[in-house]
């Protein structure tokens, strides 16, 4: 298979572990959390590093981001990623204005063969942002992709279907979603951590104006946010004997026409 370059999509997002307070501000809940690497992102820079090993192509990691997310970065490249690029600007919560600024990059960046993403962001859980990509570049792309493997004609690609796995032999250009099964991400040695400690991140700016166009709003726009609320309800079932409980159970369940 001919593979020169190939990119992988990288997300920060808050921590999942943290406590997200919604206020009265403008700003998305959670920007004040410890920010992490997207889980199934890091799939795809495993992915993507196998696939260096099996083709000695170049792997640039690209991420939309702040100052933050260069330790992160700085991280796959101690996983055997060659190059990590942010790009300067937040789009982290609209899927379409981040595909725009990513496809935007992907191109002034003089194209790639493949591009690898996580099936779907941590925090949104949206999976669109890869197809918007694939679609604006004119890539073909596969969705929710658990193996891949380098082959004579391209990459094989299998992922889940009905009773097993649909497999496909993929040619570049190609853009693939990875799911969390499709690997074990690497943990990079201390020495390597180290190693790529000072190691410079590459910083690109993205013109809005030069952004590919997509169907759909230019933003998207937030017309509300609200936390779910709920009244909980317990009743106690009391009887001196299991079957006088058991009696009283049934009768509750009858009123409440569970049964």
Known sequence: MVCRKLAVLFKIVPDP?????????????????PQIPSIFDENAVEAAVKIKEAT????SVVCVGRADAEPMLRRTLA???DEAIRIEADASWDSLGAARVLAAALRELGGFDVV?????????????????IAQALGMSFLTLVNDIKVVDGGLEVRRPCDGGHDVFICRPPILLTVSGEANRPRMPSVLKMLKV??????RLLVDSQSAIPLPGPAKAEVLGRSTPSFVGQCDF???????????GLLEALRAERVI
């Open 197 to 202: 400690k000072n190691s410079p991140i590459r």
């Open 237 to 247: 079932i009391h009887g001196a004997t299991a079957a006088e409980m058991a009696s």
């Open 79 to 81: 996983m055997g990623v």
């Open 56 to 59: 000695n192509c170049k792997v």
């Open 116 to 132: 690898l993403c996580g099936r779907e962001a941590a925090d949104t859980g949206a999976g669109l942002v890869g197809p918007y």
């Open 17 to 33: 572990e943290g406590v997200f307070k919604m206020d009265e501000s403008g700003d998305f809940p959670g920007k004040d959390l």
